[in-house]
């Protein structure tokens, strides 16, 4: 990478001034709770499907948490990078459009770059919106402000999307690294397994059964020595599904009691 007006460097953690964390939210940031937490026999079809609610509760943005890219970039990349592991795959669970899954692909992209290495990864969003689903297959979106993002994020935009005068459409290596379906992660997964796994602005709709019960699905496809990320969620879950703070990094956590696990 040439100089510093054109490289992203890495990424910052939350809270620091070049962090995206450290602006005010975007005025699409709206935070929305289920009026009662939903329990897993719940038709979620109200709260997730229908459009005038979901408008609240699929909302979701490019970068929009500072705290996962840093858990991306400074704990899981890292400990990928040490381990034997060829590919590193991630997941968002509840991804609504994409945006997140793509922010995590850009991240992931220009760690691999820095580290100097070929860029082996896949990003997995699945959400239970078909809308959303479709949106993010097509991986366009309006353009966001320039003013809402932090230095390093915008030229990660311009890096590895196509930002245009109304619209931002993500390039070729990012809709060749991402894949999208349908999934209710109530379900136990089956199909991949993932060093890294996000469940951001999820959990807190779920009461504590549902909670528990997601939690142990998405341990159920975790990489010994990755990580989950969980927002939203119970301490006493957190304790219950055996997990520890993994880092400094907020709502990151790895299994087991220790920092050795098999890699
Ligand atoms: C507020 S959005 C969060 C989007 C993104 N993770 C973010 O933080 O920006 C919550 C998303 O979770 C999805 N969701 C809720 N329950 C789900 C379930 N059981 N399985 C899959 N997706 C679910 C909703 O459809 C919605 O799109």
């Not at 709206?30 to 026999?41: E, F, H, M």
């Not at 089956?190 to 059964?209: G, R």
């Not at 909670?211 to 939203?232: D, F, S």
Request: contains cysteine; positive net charge; hydrophobic residues 40%.
């Amino acid at each position: 990478m040439a100089d510093d007006k054109t490289n992203p460097g890495r990424f910052s953690p939350a809270g620091r001034a070049d962090g995206p964390a450290a602006r005010p939210p975007a005025p699409d940031a709206i935070s929305c709770r289920a009026t009662n937490p939903l329990s897993l026999q719940d038709n979620l079809s109200k709260v997730f499907l229908d459009e005038r609610q979901a408008k609240a509760t699929t909302a979701t943005r490019l970068f929009r948490s500072g705290e996962i890219f840093a858990a991306l970039a400074k704990v899981a990349l890292p400990a990928f990078f040490a381990s034997k592991r060829a590919k590193f795959t991630m997941w968002s669970a509840g991804c609504s459009s994409g945006e997140e899954v793509y922010s995590m692909a850009m991240i992931a992209l220009n760690e691999f770059a820095r580290a100097g290495r070929r860029p082996v990864m896949e990003a997995f969003g699945t959400d239970i919106n078909p809308r959303r689903i479709a949106e993010a297959r097509r991986g366009a979106y309006i353009r966001p402000s320039k003013d809402a993002f932090s230095r390093n994020c915008w030229l990660l935009l311009e890096r590895y999307a196509r930002v245009g005068q109304h619209q931002v459409a993500m390039g070729g290596e990012l809709l060749a690294s991402c894949r999208f379906s349908l999934f209710d992660m109530r379900t136990r997964p089956k199909k991949h397994t993932f060093f890294f796994i996000v469940c951001n602005h999820v959990l807190q709709y779920y009461d504590s059964a549902g909670q528990r019960h997601i939690i142990e699905n998405l341990k159920a496809v975790l990489n010994p020595g990755g990580y989950l990320y969980l927002e939203g969620v119970t301490e006493a879950c957190i304790a219950g599904a055996g997990l520890r703070k993994a880092g400094t990094v907020p709502n990151l956590f790895a299994v087991g009691p220790d920092g050795r696990e098999a890699r």
